[in-house]
């Protein structure tokens, strides 16, 4: 099979860029003789002039509404659908995203969470919705001392800090990060992401921006502990990240990442910063093994979407699916 994968999320920095980056080399990695995947940054031109048998959007703002092969769309939260109040993005463009996504073949999500949430909110029917947990990025493994010094030294790090990782280009309510700065705590907390002016006026904080993989790497593998003070979230990929540095997660209670990690985070109740703080200062090492599902692993059973979106009615259904956080058939629990 030829499939056309919309590659413009790759340079984003935060979530989907990961997403579409990882999961596209899996894919070429694991692709059978006779399947290609490329990539494609003009998806509508793509399909005019070319003969993909498919097109995988790999998140809904790329989700095409009459693509003219069947289309498959990961979706990796639904937060802005089940808290309208506090996500202003409506109107007909969204609108028009969520129904491409109905009228499509199949869709990808990370967790049996998502998949709940697309049926009740986006009234999917439930067997095209199929469960691919993500996984970390290679280059996530426990890093040397030295490695450690040197991103202390570049980042300005203290030689004890609590970690967050992710965007903070804009305020998002949902990520508490606000209230997790205001609490006191003896450890400081360092934020990794790309910034914009807002998050530069949270108070008592180390922002390092943007950072590139290898550097990622060796502040998880630096840091305490990593703290989640989110109430939402798909998969809670930056905890799979951190155990697989061999950092313990600490997070609040949030029903995908309860799914994922299982044992392998403390939780706290939803939005008790000090409980997390408290936990979080309290964590020790050695954190819990890290999850074993790969990228391979997720492209192997993304394959197996492809197939069943081609021809539905030949296809067993893609065995992605988590359970009690283990991908059936993995053998071991699911990333996110």
């Not at 095409?64 to 089940?82: A, E, R």
């Not at 630096?222 to 155990?243: I, M, R």
Request: hydrophobic share 40%.
């Amino acid at each position: 099979m030829r499939v056309a994968f919309d590659g413009r999320p790759v340079s984003d920095p935060n979530g989907v860029g990961r997403y579409t980056r990882c999961l596209l080399k899996a894919l070429r990695d694991t692709a059978a003789a006779g399947d290609e995947v490329f990539e494609t940054q003009h998806p509508s031109t793509t399909l005019r002039s070319g003969d993909p048998d498919l097109l995988h959007s790999p998140w809904i703002a790329g989700a095409m509404l009459h693509p003219p092969c069947p289309l498959v769309v990961t979706i990796h939260d639904l937060t802005s659908l089940k808290r309208r109040s506090e996500y202003l993005r409506t109107g007909l463009r969204m609108r028009l995203r969520h129904l491409a996504v109905q009228r499509a073949a199949c869709a990808i999500v990370p967790t049996e969470a998502v998949a709940e949430d697309a049926v009740t909110h986006l009234r999917l029917e439930r067997e095209r919705v199929l469960v691919i947990p993500e996984a970390a990025e290679p280059a996530m493994y426990p890093r040397t001392r030295q490695e450690i010094a040197a991103v202390r030294g570049r980042f300005g790090l203290p030689e004890r800090y609590l970690v967050w990782v992710g965007g903070l280009q804009h305020p998002d309510p949902g990520r508490r990060l606000a209230k997790l700065a205001a609490t006191p705590r003896r450890l400081p907390l360092v934020l990794v992401g790309p910034t914009r002016p807002w998050a530069h006026e949270l108070p008592d904080v180390i922002l390092t921006g943007q950072v590139a993989d290898e550097d990622l790497a060796a502040i998880y593998t630096g840091a305490h502990a990593l703290v989640l003070p989110s109430d939402h979230g798909g998969f809670g990929l930056q905890a799979v990240e951190a155990l697989a540095c061999g950092t313990p997660v600490v997070a609040c209670e949030v029903t995908a990442l309860r799914e994922v990690l299982g044992d392998r985070a403390t939780f706290v109740a939803p939005g008790d910063m000090p409980a997390l703080i408290a936990a979080a200062e309290s964590a020790t090492r050695p954190a819990p093994p890290p999850l074993p599902w790969t990228w391979e692993d997720a492209a192997r059973a993304t394959w197996g979407v492809y197939a069943r979106a081609i021809c539905p009615a030949e296809q067993p259904r893609p065995s992605g699916r988590t359970v009690r956080g283990r991908p059936a058939g993995a053998g071991g629990l699911d990333p996110q």
